[in-house]
């Protein structure tokens, strides 16, 4: 079954230092992988996707991701964090199952602490 | 206005009540989705809906019912809340499994 592990429950980090959130996953076939952000009292934001192509892909408001198909890896980063960064950042990955049918699997969620 | 919303965003309620929470959206998508969230657990799919005549059950489906009245709307329904079924209800929507889901801001549930 697929599934997708974010490792850190939260991560510390200094304003204008980088930022690396990380998220590994389990899949059979090609992974669809997705990064979102959740402000408080708010739904989750799309950030970015990977499908196919480029392993480092580019985002909303200057994240990135990496996609490592030897580590089934696909962590966020940021050159320079912001205070606005602090959020609740989710890894997801696409299940695909008979019938055609496909949906999402969320990791368990990486608080990001940006102090200034 | 925003594309995806959710009615009530916070309701407290008693256990063995009948609850509905609504969902509408105006970005045309034939995908609804309605996930619930429990800290340190992520989102987990309770029914979703490819649409209006289509509804599948997700991870979580015990405890709840869903109706798609339109391809606008999608609601979810606890016949008989209980306390464990607080936490925080998000419906979501896509116009494809490759495509991102757009997602409401969410309705905080308390059962007393």
């Known amino acids: 079954a697929q599934s997708v592990a974010q490792p850190e429950d939260q991560v510390n980090v200094a304003e204008g230092n980088p930022l690396t959130v990380k998220c590994t996953y389990s899949?059979?076939?090609?992974?669809?992988l997705f990064w979102y952000v959740q402000y408080p009292n708010r739904g989750l934001q799309f950030l970015l996707k990977?499908?196919?192509?480029?392993?480092l892909v580019k985002g909303s408001y200057g994240f990135e991701a990496e996609f490592n198909k030897s580590q089934t890896s696909f962590h966020l980063k940021k050159p320079s964090a912001l205070v606005s960064d602090s959020a609740l950042y989710f890894c997801?990955?696409?299940?695909?199952?008979?019938?055609?049918?496909?949906?999402?699997?969320f990791g368990a969620g990486t608080r990001l602490a940006v102090h200034p | 206005d925003a594309d995806v919303t959710q009615t009530p965003r916070n309701r407290i309620t008693k256990t063995g009540k009948r609850i509905m929470l609504e969902c509408s959206q105006t970005k045309g998508h034939d995908r609804m989705y309605w996930y619930r969230q429990d800290p340190g657990l992520g989102l987990r799919l309770i029914y979703y809906?490819?649409?209006?005549?289509?509804?599948n059950k997700g991870e979580i489906s015990d405890g709840y019912s869903v109706s798609r009245q339109a391809q606008a709307k999608f609601s979810l329904s606890l016949e008989s809340a209980i306390p464990n079924q607080t936490a925080l209800y998000f419906c979501?929507?896509?116009?494809?499994?490759?495509?991102?889901?757009?997602f409401g801001d969410g309705t905080r549930l308390s059962i007393l």
């Open positions: 899949v059979s076939g090609n992974p669809y």
């Open positions: 997801a990955v696409r299940d695909y199952f008979s019938g055609g049918y496909n949906k999402l699997i």
């Open positions: 990977y499908i196919t192509g480029d392993n």
């Open positions: 809906s490819f649409d209006v005549k289509d509804i």
């Open positions: 979501a929507t896509s116009v494809s499994s490759n495509q991102p889901q757009h």
